[in-house]
């Protein structure tokens, strides 16, 4: 058995309306306030009153119901299968797997109480360019991490190890919030802004992902050599037979992991690779691209390859995307399926979505593309990297395209997203989408830059880290993806980044200027 199930979802405590009823009222209120407002109504303040006591976000999740057989059924997995050691998972502001590993025979005890660790290990515990740390200082509290029995899984790698998904909340003790839901936790921020927004619409986010990665050499002292291990034959079945041992080995432990792979190809650079599994709803696929990513890079361990995700690690060929394909559901049915006569067209609901994501595409861009390399990607032109806020069927030159019927690919994205970041933002902006009724337009079927020479406007997205991080701020709608402390800690984490990329002598600058004069 690979996973143990919960009966019921932990997504929002029982009884968490007393912020939202303090805080909704005002309709003036951007949605990206009520988001962040939402966020807080789930994240500690009141969420259940028993008499002159406070139950906390911490004790209604350990109450849920099912928790208790699904903790015990875990257990007896452990035993039966002798699993020794386990990882207890988060994930961080940039996307990077956190946590800690306990041995195995502590299960239910942590399980029941869960595990300590800094506030800054949601920062990758990074200092800033001052020597500061990022988000928080060494003087904050200490989260505490509950697994997620349902979330089990014996590495296929390594049968003697487990690993399992965990949410954060603030620690118990504490004067203001204490066992709250930590805001900085874009895992479980993606959970209950994805549970706000089928409560607000009747609707979910079923998304699947593109994951292209690139497969470089290593050195003799395994470091990778930034050199591809295929040539740059774009679907050339003899560039995928070379990685062929790395694919069966990623497509064993994926299978064993709960993903299912359905389709894969060689990219048109160096070593790049994409291989495909299942859409689902969006936490879902979160949580797989995640386990995906770290598949990876086992594979590479043992195989000798670099598993790379780095945006754009070489100029003049394509970079590594992560194309969203997404659409919105009401129960089983897909509201993105054409309503008329035109078999591309989608819904209305679809069209509305649409507009949303057209008007926010900016600041999305600042989440799906959140590194200083993501812009090479977007300046290095000719590789079909989409730079205007536009849409059409089928048109690789605009910021969305209708995939196929019931579905679109937002591509303003790369393999460095953070998927948990990029579903929220993009939840946020169909939703103002919905609620606004946003007309996206007619669909734009000329190549984008033809369309532009004939004097059609199109907005650019930003063209580098720090122009989307001013997008970003100034977009209510989308700093609702981000609310509580992960605004905070976002902002700081990236604008150093910024900062540490525009601060540094680059060989870029030797070779243009060390000769510059007389």
Same mark, same amino acid.
């Given at each position: 058995m690979a996973r143990?199930?919960?009966?019921?979802?932990?997504?929002?405590?029982?009884?968490?309306?007393?912020?939202?009823?303090?805080?909704?009222?005002?309709?003036?209120?951007?949605?990206?306030?009520?988001?962040?407002?939402?966020?807080?109504a789930t994240a500690g303040h009141k969420p259940e009153t028993k008499g002159e006591q406070l139950t906390s976000d911490l004790e209604t999740f350990l109450s849920e119901d099912g928790r208790a057989d699904a903790v015990e059924a875990v257990n007896?997995?452990?035993?039966?299968?002798?699993?020794?050691?386990?990882?207890?998972?988060?994930?961080?502001v940039t996307g990077r797997i956190m946590g800690k590993g306990i041995p195995a025979a502590h299960w239910k005890r942590i399980a029941g109480t869960g595990f300590q660790l800094v506030y800054g290990s949601t920062a990758n515990l990074f200092t800033d360019r001052h020597g500061n740390y990022i988000g928080y200082g060494p003087e904050a509290r200490e989260l505490v991490g509950i697994p997620e029995p349902e979330t089990f899984n014996v590495l296929p790698w390594d049968p003697k190890t487990a690993r399992v998904w965990c949410t954060l909340f603030r620690g118990r003790e504490e004067e203001v919030d204490g066992g709250a839901f930590l805001t900085s936790d874009c895992r479980g921020n993606l959970k209950r802004i994805h549970a706000k927004f089928t409560k607000d619409t009747g609707l979910h986010l079923r998304a699947g992902t593109e994951p292209e990665m690139m497969w470089l050499k290593v050195d003799a002292d395994?470091?990778?050599?930034?050199?591809?291990?295929?040539?740059?034959?774009?679907?050339?079945?003899?560039?995928f037979s070379e990685l062929q041992?790395?694919?069966?080995?990623?497509?064993?432990?994926?299978?064993?992991?709960?993903?299912?792979?359905?389709?894969?190809?060689?990219?048109?650079?160096?070593?790049?690779?994409?291989?495909?599994?299942?859409?689902?709803?969006?936490?879902?696929?979160?949580?797989?691209?995640?386990?995906?990513?770290?598949?990876?890079?086992?594979?590479?361990?043992?195989?000798?390859?670099?598993?790379?995700?780095?945006?754009?690690?070489?100029m003049g060929v394509s970079a590594n995307g992560c194309h969203?394909?997404?659409?919105?559901?009401?129960?089983? *049915?897909?509201?993105?399926?054409? @309503?008329? +006569? /035109?078999?591309? #067209?989608?819904?209305?609901? %679809?069209?509305?979505?649409?507009?949303?994501?057209?008007?926010?595409?900016?600041?999305?861009?600042?989440?799906?593309s959140p590194t200083v390399n993501s812009y090479r990607r977007l300046w290095d032109a000719g590789f079909w990297a989409p730079i205007f806020a536009d849409w059409?069927?089928?048109?690789?030159?605009?910021?969305?395209?209708?995939?196929?019927?019931?579905?679109?690919?937002?591509r303003s994205v790369d393999s460095a997203v953070n998927p948990y970041l990029s579903f929220a933002g993009l939840l946020l902006a169909m939703q103002d989408g919905i609620e606004?009724?946003?007309?996206?337009?007619?669909?734009?079927?000329?190549?984008?830059?033809?369309?532009?020479?004939?004097?059609?406007?199109?907005?650019?997205?930003?063209?580098?880290?720090? *122009?989307?991080?001013?997008?970003? @701020?100034? +977009? /209510?709608?989308? #700093?609702?993806?981000?609310? %509580?402390?992960?605004?905070?800690?976002?902002?700081?984490?990236?604008?150093?980044?910024?900062e540490r990329f525009l601060a540094t002598v680059s060989d870029w600058d030797i070779e243009e200027y060390l000769d510059i004069l007389p």
């Open positions: 143990i199930r919960v009966a019921t979802p932990h997504i929002l405590p029982a009884k968490s309306t007393w912020r939202r009823e303090q805080v909704g009222g005002t309709e003036a209120r951007t949605l990206g306030a009520r988001a962040c407002d939402a966020a807080r007896r997995q452990i035993v039966d299968q002798g699993v020794e050691y386990m990882y207890y998972q988060f994930i961080s395994g470091k990778p050599t930034v050199e591809g291990k295929t040539k740059p034959y774009c679907y050339h079945i003899d560039q041992p790395l694919i069966h080995k990623v497509m064993e432990y994926s299978k064993a992991m709960d993903l299912d792979m359905i389709q894969g190809d060689h990219e048109d650079a160096p070593g790049q690779l994409e291989l495909n599994f299942m859409f689902d709803h969006a936490d879902k696929t979160a949580d797989r691209l995640s386990t995906y990513r770290q598949i990876c890079r086992q594979v590479g361990r043992e195989l000798g390859a670099f598993a790379c995700f780095m945006p754009k690690p070489f969203h394909n997404i659409s919105l559901w009401e129960g089983d *049915e897909n509201k993105f399926m054409p @309503e008329g +006569d /035109d078999p591309q #067209m989608p819904g209305q609901i %679809g069209l509305y979505a649409i507009g949303g994501i057209i008007k926010h595409l900016r600041a999305l861009t600042c989440l799906s059409g069927f089928q048109n690789r030159t605009t910021g969305l395209r209708i995939s196929a019927p019931g579905r679109f690919e937002y606004n009724k946003l007309d996206p337009g007619k669909p734009e079927e000329r190549n984008i830059y033809e369309a532009i020479a004939g004097g059609k406007e199109v907005e650019r997205i930003p063209t580098s880290l720090g *122009e989307a991080l001013d997008a970003l @701020e100034a +977009d /209510d709608v989308v #700093m609702g993806a981000l609310p %509580g402390d992960m605004g905070r800690v976002f902002m700081h984490y990236k604008r150093d980044e910024w």
